[in-house]
């Protein structure tokens, strides 16, 4: 008897502790993550950003073009200036080639004799491609009027001797012009005030 309450005993024991040696499992509720709330501040910045991928505004690029277009135009008329002042400047030295030519009333070639308006004529149509009529009176019709403060190399002078014009001549700056004068001087440069002119034009 004894044996055996000492033999259930025994078993019991190392059930026991065998009991007490299997892990406990724990059964714990599955967590649940939430999604954070997108931030109203992310939005709007993204909304700036959106807005700033779009350029400047209308009226930046307005502003922008017309001063592009400004700028092109101020380009433009200085390049045509300086054409026009090459122009008038090669016309200029064409006509100082003939200075000591020959004065020949009625002529048109400075290099066998030529007048006043005939000088005038011959020089604008081979230095410069422009048509002139062939008297004074009538060159004074073309072209537009300038003032002397106005008057630049190549435009021409018209002289007055009481009975209408009689007379032109070419500015060549400087304060001087080149006209094919009289029998003894032939084609000279003089003072543009030599006389007072009655009319100043360009054909430019």
């Known amino acids: 008897m004894k044996k055996t309450v000492l033999y259930i005993a025994a078993v019991l024991a190392v059930s026991g502790g065998l009991m007490w040696q299997k892990p406990m499992v724990a059964h714990a509720e599955p967590e649940v993550i939430q999604e954070a709330p997108v931030s109203t501040v992310l939005e709007v910045a993204a909304e700036e950003d959106s807005d700033e991928?779009?350029?400047?505004?209308p009226e930046i690029q307005a502003a922008k073009k017309l001063e592009?277009?400004?700028a092109a135009a101020e380009a433009a008329a200085a390049e045509a200036a300086e054409e026009a002042a090459n122009a008038r400047?090669?016309?200029v030295n064409y006509a100082l080639q003939f200075v000591g030519g020959p004065y020949r009333a009625g002529g048109n070639d400075p290099r066998t004799g030529v007048d006043c308006s005939g000088f005038v004529r011959y020089v604008m149509q081979h230095g410069a491609g422009i048509s002139m009529n062939r008297s004074s009176g009538s060159q004074a019709?073309?072209?537009?009027?300038?003032s002397s403060s106005q008057m630049q190399p190549g435009?021409?002078?018209?002289?007055?001797?009481?009975?209408g014009i009689n007379h032109v001549a070419m500015y060549i700056g400087d304060g001087k012009i080149v006209h094919a004068s009289t029998y003894a001087t032939g084609i000279k440069i003089s003072k543009w005030n030599y006389r007072n002119p009655v009319k100043i034009i360009?054909?430019?």
């Open 141 to 146: 019709t073309q072209g537009h009027a300038v």
């Open 53 to 57: 991928d779009n350029g400047p505004a």
């Open 68 to 70: 592009e277009e400004l």
């Open 89 to 91: 400047q090669n016309l």
């Open 155 to 163: 435009d021409l002078l018209f002289y007055s001797g009481g009975s």
């Open 202 to 204: 360009s054909m430019f």
